[in-house]
């Protein structure tokens, strides 16, 4: 997801007339054409831009290359004023972009003096939130490191950037960095590429849920303690700091995994799955694990390779599964995915990563902590319209309505809600007015659908889940299977729909017809199982 909108400042956010501005001095237009690229093409140019050597020097050493045209030169250096001409048009665009939440940021080749002399009274400078020039850091593009030096500065992910330059090499070199990049030939093209970004504005429906996904908005070492987790597991409760995996015999049924495979896990978390799947390798094949999260991927890899599986069977990615496309573009198609789409135990059972109202800590709700905004930061800003839709859509929240005006009361009276038992807390008071024999349960219930319906909106859940699936038939070898574990109906919906698009379309040759669910023996073993439905796709 693009998040921040890096620019380029010459022929990108201003026009340039060096030609023009040559012309208007007294040359004619094939002369102006040759002075402009003695001057640009000249490594010089790149001494101007890092501001290593003060501007006269530069001038002399044209005027000695250049004796020609060296009044030319020296005019056009010392007169760059007259070189640019204002996109108001682009930076009102730009304007409105920021304050629908996107970043923006300047990276640009240029000089102390002429960056001073064509930004001066431009609005974009005022709209931005930060940038890197190449005279302040003497590093210029397309050298990598003025690349990095932003993302760094900034605290930037490059995979939710987006650069806009006019020249095709500091456009390849921004793609190698991991941006993505478009090169702009004109104000017009700009223009069209910018308007893409902006948001749809959410359509509204009628009745209480949407109808289909286009109306929506938006415990360290357990296995150690073997004896401890039979107990607790045979009790019907998962042991804090692991993950007992969901539907492990229907998932094996019905992928059929034979030696040589290659597969994908697209949701690694604990690897339960990926072990038991691993097995049916006998040794001969791969598969990949993907997860964003990047604490508990750690762990798991390393559980994982003490087991004995490599990286010659198994390769961890750090990569959300809406990018399998480009997983299969590196390593060649899949005979085999899996999704299970459940918060992993580990991470709810973790008091700091604020996945549940239980026990106090901070109101996170991240998959990935070093990505994106928390849930708090998300409340911060958030209007009544805005939260209480997205209870309804996320969740199904039946307190919707009330719940929501009880936090944003808390938040005009200047009050944080930054810890997961304020936001307990808030609902708990707010359901008071329910008799005493059901308020227990329907705070529990409330608790569960507001938390969820959080945690969906920061990590972008249904957005992530809709590229996924709109890309698995693409990644897919003739014959291959897939298997997808969701926990809510919201899930369930966008995949049953998806499944019998892609069916129609001719995708797929045979999707189930109904949910495969979990024992009732699993469901005793494990209680967070109950919820759980299962869906398969074949290619």
């Not at 690349?147 to 070199?173: G, T």
């Not at 001719?506 to 439905?533: F, H, L, Q």
Request: charged letters at 30%; a negative charge.
């Amino acid at each position: 997801m693009i998040k921040n909108i890096v620019l380029d400042v010459g022929d990108v956010l201003l026009e340039y007339r060096w030609k023009d501005m040559l012309m208007d001095y007294g040359l004619d237009e094939s002369t102006a054409i040759v002075v402009g690229r003695e001057m640009f093409d000249d490594p010089l140019w790149r001494q101007f831009d890092l501001d290593l050597l003060p501007c006269e020097d530069i001038i002399k050493q044209y005027e000695k290359n250049y004796p020609e045209h060296k009044e030319a030169i020296r005019w056009f250096i010392t007169h760059g004023e007259y070189m640019h001409v204002p996109r108001p048009d682009v930076w009102e665009k730009v304007h409105t972009l920021k304050t629908k939440g996107f970043g923006i940021y300047i990276l640009s080749n240029y000089s102390e003096e002429f960056f001073e002399k064509h930004t001066k009274g431009t609005s974009f400078i005022e709209d931005a939130d930060g940038m890197v020039v190449s005279y302040q850091i003497h590093k210029a593009k397309p050298d990598k490191e003025i690349y990095q030096y932003l993302l760094d500065k900034y605290n930037l992910d490059p995979s939710e950037c987006i650069f806009f330059d006019d020249r095709a090499e500091n456009v390849e070199a921004s793609n190698k960095i991991g941006m993505k990049s478009i090169q702009i030939t004109s104000k017009d093209q700009l223009l069209e590429e910018l308007t893409k970004l902006e948001p749809k504005r959410r359509v509204r429906y009628k009745g209480t849920h949407p109808r289909n996904f286009n109306e929506k908005y938006k415990e360290l070492n357990p296995e150690k303690y073997g004896d401890i987790i039979e107990k607790v597991i045979s009790k019907g409760s998962t042991p804090a700091g692991m993950h007992i995996s969901i539907c492990v015999k229907e998932i094996i049924d019905f992928l059929q995994i034979k030696p040589g495979q290659r597969g994908v896990d697209a949701t690694l978390g604990y690897g339960g799955h990926t072990r038991k799947m691993l097995e049916c390798l006998k040794g001969e094949g791969h598969i990949y694990g993907l997860d964003v999260d990047p604490i508990e991927s750690v762990k798991t890899t390393e559980r994982l390779r003490k087991l004995g599986y490599g990286e010659d069977i198994l390769s961890v990615r750090l990569l959300n599964f809406a990018d399998i496309d480009k997983l299969a573009q590196e390593t060649g198609k899949f005979d085999f995915v899996l999704a299970d789409l459940g918060v992993s135990s580990m991470q709810i059972d973790n008091p700091e990563r604020g996945f549940s109202y239980k026990t106090d800590g901070p109101l996170d709700l991240r998959l990935n902590p070093q990505k994106g905004i928390s849930a708090a930061q998300r409340l911060e800003n958030i209007s009544l319209y805005e939260l209480e839709g997205m209870l309804i859509e996320n969740s199904d929240e039946p307190y919707a309505s009330e719940i929501a005006e009880a936090v944003i009361k808390e938040i005009k009276k200047g009050k944080k809600i930054d810890t997961t038992t304020k936001l307990y807390n808030i609902i708990k008071d707010t359901l008071s007015f329910l008799p005493a024999n059901e308020q227990k349960d329907a705070v529990k219930k409330s608790c569960q659908r507001t938390f969820q319906a959080l945690r969906i909106d920061v990590n972008s859940e249904f957005e992530v889940l809709d590229a996924f699936l709109e890309k698995l038939p693409d990644v897919l070898n003739p014959g291959g299977r897939v298997a997808i574990l969701t926990f809510h109906s919201g899930e369930d919906r966008l995949v049953k729909k998806s499944f019998k698009r892609h069916m129609k379309a001719g995708d797929y040759t045979e999707v189930s017809k109904d949910v495969i669910r979990p024992s009732k023996e699993e469901c005793m073993m494990n209680g967070r199982a109950k919820s759980t439905k299962m869906r398969w796709a074949i290619k």
